[in-house]
Structures are given as C-alpha cells and as structure tokens.
C-alpha cells in the first residue's frame, strides 16, 4: 500500500508538471502567434450544421494598430472599465454581480476583458466552476506573460460577434461594409453593446434594451481618462 501510495503521488506530481509546463508555452505561443481557432468557434460551427445551416467562421484577424480606437474604448467602457489598472480581476465587480444575481433571474457577468479573453482563446463553452477555475488560471498566466495591449487584440478579434462572425473585422465589415479601422464612436458603440449576447442582439437593428446599452457605452466613453496600452 505505502509503495502504492508513492506512484499515485508521483503520477500526480508529473500530471500537474506536464499540465503547467504545457499551458505556459501555450500561452507564450500565443504572445507572438494569433490563435487560429477557438472551442466556441468549433461549437457554434456544429450547431450550425446541426441545424441546417451552412458552416460559417467568419473571422479576419486585424493587428492591434489597425482597429479604430473608438474600438478599443468602445470595449473598455462596455466589459471593464478598470482594464489597464487590474491584474486580471475586478473584485468590487464580481461582488456587485454576485449580489445582483442572488436577486434577479437575469445573470450579469462580472469578469473582465482577461477573463473573457482566457475563457474566449483557452476553454470551452458552458458554465461551471471547474472552468471558472480554469479560467482564473489561464487569466493569471495572460496578465503574467501578454501585455494589455495584447491581451486587447486578441479580446477584439476572437469575441463573438453574431451568428459566425468572430472579431471586430467580420463584424464591421458585416454590420458597416468598412474596415474595422474606420469604425467611428456610434458604430464602435453599437457594435459593443452586443457584446453579452450576440446571437440575440444587432447593432444595426437594436432594440430598445440595446440602443440604450449602446448610449450608456458612448457616454462611458466620453469619461474614460487617457487609455495608454
């Protein structure tokens, strides 16, 4: 048993050896090279099919410098206000969901834009704690390892944004017929808006409920101080 013992102790030792040296170089990896594809990309594309419909991925990778800056405050004001200021988590925000959530049968979220981005690259669809656990890991490693910067490129272009359209490209280019780089303050605002439910939602036929999300984003806008990535 004591022998028996030991090699369970060390099956466990080199699992979670392997499972850390492989999430960081995959992490690093992903500092320099562009996620191809991710889980929800390969999900929704099954659903599709399932459904009938055609397989629709459509997604057009833009460098950080080449998204619109009304973009990229767009984003902030909508998701994370505290972006550049946190490492990886928005604790106050976290309780304020947790505490609206307990009285309300419409969830709100209350992860940041490194949340979002390690569960969007990382991990699978779904909601349980074990990927929240997953989550918190991967977001630890991004904010150690990526810079804000590009922690924002990945965010803007692995985001879902509408029934098969992935990043800020595919979606200005589906929503504006325009290059993610010329996308003014409205459109960058609407396009935001959806963020929490894209597949329900439209920036170019919003609702009440999202033309009033889309204000608010503009106005969140207008008080963010100077966002140096």
Known sequence: MKGLGKLI???????????????????IIYRFINPPVTWLMLTRGFEQRAAGKPWKIDKQWRDFDDIA??????AVAAEDQLFLDHFGFDFKAMERAIDKNSHSHKLIGGSTISQQTAKNVFLWPGRSYIRKGFEAYFTLLIEAFWSKRRIMEVYLNEIEMGDGIY???????AYYHKDAFDLNRQ??????????DPLKWSPTDPTDYVRHRQYL???NM???GPMDF
């Open 69 to 74: 800056d009304p973009m990229k405050r767009a």
């Open 9 to 27: 102790w060390r099956i466990v030792k080199l699992t979670l050896i392997l499972f850390i040296g492989i999430t960081v170089f995959w992490v």
């Open 187 to 196: 459109q960058a605002a609407a396009i935001a808006s959806i963020f929490p």
């Open 222 to 224: 207008r008080r963010l």
């Open 217 to 219: 984003i503009m106005k």
């Open 167 to 173: 990043g800020v490209e595919a979606a200005a280019q």
